[in-house]
């Protein structure tokens, strides 16, 4: 399957189970305090199991097409833990989890599961708007002496400039499966909204700083 086709699938299976919705005249607040027209609620997917299905394993062909290795997944608070336990049984590879801050009690740990140290470990997460969300589970795995280069969203905005987020320091990469762009491509080819809503969207897309002034 090409790029496209696996882009236009996971676009279409995202607005057909409702986890794609949108509000032009009270915007969306996202994680990373942005506001937004479309909010994007990738969680939704772990109900669908068809769908679900569909596009775990179209990330598992990514991971290969795309040379993606390593030892040991981890999901990331709270969101990217069903994700990373589904690849885990899939790919029959060991998982751990980590924690947006320690548990304040116990052991107080952060990353809880077994792992040993250099082992190459990518992170899995739902989605992500402009990355900087990652950067506390970037810096548990690392301080925890886990080698972390790549990061696996099922949707990523790619909208924000990544250069000004604290990510980009990190030296990771963010692989995907659907963008924004796919989103609006799908939106325009079946004609879902009107003209007008898709040329907002558009003008989200094309500058989201002015589009919310």
């Known amino acids: 399957m090409s790029d496209t086709d696996y882009q236009n699938t996971v676009a279409e299976i995202l607005i057909n189970i409702g986890s794609v919705r949108f509000?032009?005249?009270n915007p969306f607040i996202l994680t990373s305090g942005l506001k937004s027209p479309v909010?994007?609620?990738?969680?939704?997917?772990?109900?669908?199991?068809?769908?679900?299905?569909?596009?775990?394993?179209?990330?598992?062909?990514?991971?290969?097409?795309?040379?993606?290795?390593?030892?040991?997944?981890?999901?990331?608070?709270?969101?990217?833990?069903?994700?990373?336990?589904?690849?885990?049984?899939?790919?029959?590879?060991?998982?751990?989890?980590?924690?947006?801050?320690?548990?304040?009690?116990?052991?107080?740990?952060?990353?809880?599961?077994?792992?040993?140290?250099?082992?190459?470990?990518?992170?899995i997460e739902d989605l992500a708007t402009d990355g900087r969300s990652k950067v506390i589970f970037i810096e548990a795995l690392r301080k925890a002496e886990l080698l972390v280069s790549d990061i696996f969203v099922v949707f990523y905005y790619d909208i924000f400039d990544i250069n000004n987020s604290p990510l980009s320091s990190l030296d990771v990469k963010i692989h995907s499966l659907c963008t924004w762009k796919d989103i609006i491509n799908f939106l325009k080819k079946k004609k879902i909204y009107s003209e007008e809503q898709i040329h907002n969207l558009e003008k989200f897309l094309q500058n989201p700083g002015k589009w919310r002034d």
Request: hydrophobic share 40%; proline share 2%; with cysteine.
């Open 23 to 25: 509000s032009f005249e």
């Open 39 to 123: 909010y994007v609620d990738c969680r939704k997917i772990i109900s669908f199991v068809n769908e679900r299905n569909t596009i775990l394993n179209l990330a598992i062909e990514y991971f290969k097409n795309n040379n993606i290795n390593f030892d040991i997944l981890a999901g990331g608070e709270t969101a990217g833990i069903p994700y990373a336990a589904f690849f885990s049984e899939l790919l029959q590879k060991p998982m751990i989890y980590v924690r947006k801050k320690t548990k304040g009690f116990g052991k107080d740990q952060q990353i809880e599961g077994s792992f040993k140290k250099n082992q190459k470990t990518i992170l």
